[in-house]
């Protein structure tokens, strides 16, 4: 509701190209004040609007102290329509940092109510748990209910997994060749592979095969490749990356023709420990944790390999 007291918009200005002025002495731009009031009256802006400055910073010199800022504004505003005026360099960072902070935790803590809720509901109301969503559906006794339901219920899966799950995989078999491979044939590559080899329908079967055998496995493979990476990028490289290098042929993460062979003894070696709990039963508390015990160990072996790989240089 929109009142005097609290305009129906707020605008936080970061800065950007349009608010830098040009020092004539110096030859440079600089920011003195936003020059966002005048171009609102010029644009003959009727809605009322709040104007706050919360910095006036070129976007490349923007660091976490500085999004930390614009989200505790955008927490503070009473406003429903926020607008946040940054420069086009890291918009998309920023973008993230506050869209995650801001919506991430309320939208996936309601969507875990709902599923506990709903499947709550259906031990009271048919006499059994059911966590699978279509079965629900298909007891709401009315076909025209049960056909919009299932609808809806496609359309909330393409877009999803289109987003979530089908892009990696369709770059990743376009850049095996691009010439050959496009984005879409990638995409269809990827929809064969998952439908004849991990064939799903088998692992929604029951919860046990989908939740023991599928999403812990996974995890086993997903908890070593994050211990390879934040121990790269935290430890190893002390977030001091050289970006151009990540783009060059015989730059400086070439490794041996672009693998890290390390990194892959680490993930392998990870992996390994995580997944030994399926081959020896008393071990299996490792397969149970197979993420944190993945990480923990591929994170450890990749530090040791490049320590011991960096002591070798120095001598």
């Known amino acids: ?84 005026i940054h420069g086009t360099d890291t918009m998309a960072l920023t973008a993230q940092v506050v869209g995650q902070a801001l919506s991430l935790p309320a939208t996936m803590t309601f969507y875990s109510f709902i599923g506990i809720a709903v499947t709550s509901a259906t031990a009271i109301i048919f006499g059994q748990a059911i966590w699978d969503p279509v079965q629900v559906l298909a007891r709401l006794g009315n076909p025209i209910a049960v056909v919009v339901a299932m609808l809806a219920l496609l359309l909330a899966t393409l877009n999803v997994n289109v987003a979530a799950n089908l892009v990696s995989p369709s770059n990743d078999f376009s850049n095996l060749s691009p010439r050959l491979i496009s984005f879409r044939t990638g995409g269809l590559i990827s929809c064969v592979v998952g439908v004849v080899v991990f064939q799903p329908w088998k692992l929604l079967a029951n919860y046990s095969n989908y939740i023991f055998n599928w999403l812990v496995g996974y995890s086993g493979f997903l908890g070593p490749i994050a211990g390879v990476m934040i121990c790269d ?82 001598r």
């Open 1 to 84: 509701m929109t009142s005097a007291a609290s305009p129906a918009v707020r605008i936080i200005v970061t800065g950007g190209t349009f608010d830098k002025h040009y020092d004539a002495i110096k030859g440079e731009l600089t920011f003195k004040q936003t020059h966002l009031p005048a171009i609102l009256e010029q644009a003959r802006v009727t809605v009322p609007v709040q104007i706050e400055i919360n910095q006036l910073i070129d976007s490349l010199n923007m660091e976490d102290s500085h999004r930390e800022r614009v989200l505790a504004s955008c927490r503070a505003a009473g406003e429903d329509c926020i607008i946040v």
């Open 233 to 314: 990028y935290f430890v190893v490289r002390k977030t001091i990356i050289l970006v151009e290098d990540l783009y060059q042929r015989h730059g400086f993460y070439e490794f041996s023709r672009g693998i890290n062979w390390r990194a892959m003894a680490a993930l392998a070696a990870g992996a390994g420990v995580a997944f030994i709990g399926l081959v020896v039963p008393p071990l299996r508390v490792l397969y149970d944790y197979a993420w944190f015990v993945g990480f923990a160990t591929s994170f450890i072996v990749y530090w040791a390999v490049m320590k011991t790989l960096r002591n070798q240089e120095a």
